[in-house]
């Protein structure tokens, strides 16, 4: 199937609070201008330079999310133009994200990714840490950051109860956030999860936000 058959019948699947996020990292400009002219505006990347590449050569009106891990010396990159930020995974990076969205006269909205999953390797605040992050000195003072919600991969798996579970974690934090430190905050709202593999599971487990790429673009091309 093509890419806008693909982007059609995933999105009209979707309830309608879920957003789709596509993820184009590792394709082509000509697979995102098909999805473009099939209505899609918000597309995800990884790697900074290729996101830089696109971003300069594509349309305008496209919103950009960064999902992957991201140094700090590159935020600079970013900054000017990026709509949201999936992947913030310590403190540090959020004091670059904030100083460089400062230096170009915007607020930067982010996401605080957090580690549920069993793997050693993944990245993220663990839920004490996050919880911890919040109430300090340092994220206080920054004014060119607005968190707007919580990120999260469930385990790299088959057991569809340890991926539920992972899901099921990341909502409850991300609803404990939302009635304590976010409260009357209306614009922390966003629970970012689910990839092609397990987006249905997260949806059912309150995903309002899922990163689709390879069951829209194909595998990966490069
Ligand atoms: C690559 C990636 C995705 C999309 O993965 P697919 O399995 O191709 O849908 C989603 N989220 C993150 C953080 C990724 O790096």
């Not at 840490?129 to 003072?141: G, H, M, R």
């Not at 099921?168 to 609803?175: A, G």
């Amino acid at each position: 199937m093509s890419i806008s058959e693909n982007l059609k019948n995933i999105s009209s699947s979707l309830p309608g609070n879920v957003t789709l996020v596509a993820i184009s990292k590792f394709h082509p400009n000509e697979s995102i201008e098909e999805a473009y002219a099939a209505g899609q505006r918000i597309f995800g990347e990884s790697y900074e330079q290729e996101l830089s590449q696109k971003q300069r050569t594509l349309p305008t009106d496209i919103q950009w999310h960064f999902i992957g891990h991201l140094q700090s010396n590159k935020v600079k990159y970013i900054a000017p133009y990026i709509s949201l930020i999936h992947s913030v995974d310590n403190a540090k990076l959020l004091k670059e994200i904030n100083k460089q969205a400062a230096k170009n006269g915007r607020t930067i909205d982010c996401l605080l990714q957090l580690h549920v999953a069993k793997e050693e390797t993944k990245y993220g605040f663990f839920e004490d840490e996050f919880e911890e992050f919040l109430d300090s000195e340092a994220f206080a003072q920054m004014e060119n950051v607005r968190i707007t919600g919580i990120m999260g991969m469930a385990s790299n798996t088959d057991d569809e109860a340890r991926i539920r579970e992972d899901f099921k974690k990341l909502k409850s934090v991300f609803d404990k956030a939302k009635a304590t430190k976010f409260k009357d905050k209306d614009y922390f709202n966003i629970l970012s999860m689910g990839m092609s593999g397990d987006y249905e599971i997260a949806i059912e487990e309150g995903s309002n936000m899922v990163r689709i790429g390879s069951a829209i673009f194909g595998p990966r091309q490069y």
